[in-house]
């Protein structure tokens, strides 16, 4: 923490830790290895990669699993449904973590599976980790659920890539659900390239929701969810991360809108609402707006959607949610015709001089 400087500022995500500018999209992709590894140092704990073996079976709608490592084995499954309306052959295949999936597009049922490999119930307070992923890596107990469960997830696309009979398109996949189900749907996403499409509903802290940002909304009388809150809360986010609460929120090198850039090139769609008061609707707006900046630089501002109506937690449903939702799925997992231009809700106003540091290029 002594090493660490204060920046009040979301920290430029075109500036390397070194000092030297991201200055064309193949620094992008050296700088987007160095966010990754930031938000795992100082956010949601280390994600220990590949494992020794992954092997799989699938026989009526169940993909069983087998991982080992290091002398240690852990077993589970996953259930997966059929495709709705769709046309027969491969198809796309969402994580649904309680979330239901479009006509066309094939379930995995992750959220059992979740809570077996690394439990976290939600308002429980932190406790001693546990569940199979912690059994077969007890040298990650500093690994939050949040990283756990996304590590999880890469070893179904591995099983998955390793068996036939599913019908699943491995290169079309996404994964959703909602407030605590959100965020670790955005986590799934962010940190496996294979998922083609990230997407969360109503994740707020821990995903869209500044650090930066909540903190100054708290200090301004806001009562919304801040770092020391969701720390404290779960054991979602990584031991680290109890440093950087209240004052010290300024020194964490990194912040969420360059989690979520992790994304590119792939495409992004966060659904909130401003009348979700606990997940700071102003901040989210701030932390997605930025985010769409850095896609803009990037060439790729239509693949960031955002919608937020005057909604509460997890009431995006309906025409305007689903009209975005589809309308991605349609685009970048069914490879339709389908225009992503304007899906982006103006809530409110990115006060730049506030949080913006640094300038915003354009990357070739």
Same mark, same amino acid.
């Given at each position: 923490?002594?090493?660490?400087?204060?920046?009040?500022?979301?920290?430029?995500?075109?500036?390397?830790?070194?000092?030297?500018?991201?200055?064309?999209k193949?620094?992008?992709a050296?700088?987007?290895?160095?966010?990754?590894?930031?938000?795992?140092?100082?956010?949601?704990?280390?994600?220990?990669?590949?494992?020794?073996? %992954?092997?799989?079976?699938?026989?009526?709608?169940?993909?069983?699993?087998?991982?080992?490592?290091?002398?240690r084995?852990?077993?589970?499954?996953?259930?997966?449904?059929?495709?709705?309306?769709?046309?027969?052959?491969?198809?796309?295949?969402?994580?649904?973590?309680?979330?239901?999936?479009?006509?066309?597009?094939?379930? &995995?049922?992750?959220?059992?599976?979740?809570?077996?490999?690394?439990?976290?119930?939600?308002?429980?307070?932190?406790?001693?980790?546990?569940?199979?992923?912690?059994?077969?890596?007890?040298?990650?107990?500093?690994?939050?659920?949040?990283?756990?469960?996304?590590?999880?997830?890469?070893?179904?696309?591995?099983? @998955?890539?390793?068996?036939?009979?599913?019908?699943?398109?491995?290169?079309?996949?996404?994964?959703?659900?909602?407030?605590?189900?959100?965020?670790?749907?955005?986590?799934?996403?962010?940190?496996?390239?294979?998922?083609?499409?990230?997407?969360? $509903?109503?994740?707020?802290?821990?995903?869209?929701?500044?650090?930066?940002?909540?903190?100054?909304?708290?200090?301004?009388?806001?009562?919304?969810?801040?770092?020391? $809150?969701?720390?404290?809360?779960?054991?979602?986010?990584?031991?680290?991360?109890?440093?950087?609460?209240?004052?010290?929120?300024?020194?964490?090198?990194?912040d969420?809108?360059? %989690?979520l850039?992790?994304?590119?090139?792939?495409? &992004?769609?966060?659904?909130?609402?401003?009348?979700?008061?606990?997940?700071?609707?102003?901040c %989210?707006?701030?932390?997605?707006?930025?985010?769409?900046?850095?896609f803009?630089?990037?060439?790729?501002?239509?693949?960031v959607?955002?919608?937020?109506?005057?909604?509460?937690?997890?009431?995006?449903?309906?025409?305007?949610?689903?009209?975005?939702?589809?309308?991605?799925?349609?685009?970048? @997992?069914?490879?339709?015709?389908?225009?992503?231009?304007?899906?982006?809700?103006?809530?409110?106003?990115?006060?730049?001089?506030?949080?913006?540091?640094?300038?915003?290029?354009?990357?070739?």
């Open positions: 923490m002594a090493e660490l400087t204060a920046n009040p500022k979301m920290p430029d995500p075109f500036t390397f830790l070194d000092g030297t500018k991201v200055t064309s193949a620094d992008w050296c700088r987007r290895k160095e966010i990754s590894l930031l938000a795992q140092e100082f956010i949601y704990g280390k994600n220990p990669g590949e494992p020794e073996s %992954v092997e799989a079976t699938y026989s009526g709608g169940t993909l069983n699993i087998t991982v080992s490592n290091g002398g084995s852990i077993e589970f499954s996953v259930n997966i449904k059929a495709a709705s309306g769709g046309a027969g052959g491969p198809t796309p295949a969402i994580f649904s973590i309680g979330a239901s999936a479009p006509a066309g597009v094939a379930t &995995i049922d992750y959220g059992s599976v979740g809570e077996k490999l690394a439990r976290s119930t939600g308002s429980q307070g932190r406790r001693a980790p546990s569940g199979l992923f912690y059994d077969l890596y007890p040298d990650h107990r500093s690994t939050g659920s949040l990283m756990a469960w996304a590590w999880g997830a890469s070893r179904v696309i591995d099983a @998955l890539e390793k068996t036939t009979g599913h019908d699943i398109d491995t290169t079309k996949l996404s994964a959703l659900g909602c407030s605590r189900n959100g965020k670790e749907a955005g986590v799934i996403g962010l940190f496996d390239e294979r998922i083609a499409l990230v997407a969360a $509903q109503s994740p707020g802290s821990g995903l869209t929701s500044g650090w930066r940002p909540a903190q100054a909304e708290k200090a301004a009388g806001a009562n919304v969810q801040t770092a020391s $809150q969701i720390y404290g809360e779960e054991n979602w986010m990584g031991d680290a991360f109890e440093a950087f609460g209240n004052s010290n929120v300024s020194k964490l090198p990194i969420q809108h360059e %989690v850039a992790l994304a590119w090139p792939r495409p &992004i769609i966060i659904m909130e609402g401003t009348n979700d008061g606990w997940n700071c609707p102003k %989210v707006y701030t932390t997605m707006k930025y985010t769409q900046m850095i803009e630089a990037l060439g790729s501002k239509d693949h959607g955002f919608p937020q109506p005057n909604h509460g937690h997890c009431q995006q449903g309906g025409t305007f949610a689903t009209e975005y939702y589809d309308k991605f799925v349609n685009r970048f @997992l069914k490879g339709q015709s389908v225009s992503t231009d304007d899906l982006f809700t103006e809530s409110f106003t990115f006060d730049a001089s506030r949080w913006q540091d640094g300038e915003i290029p354009t990357l070739l």
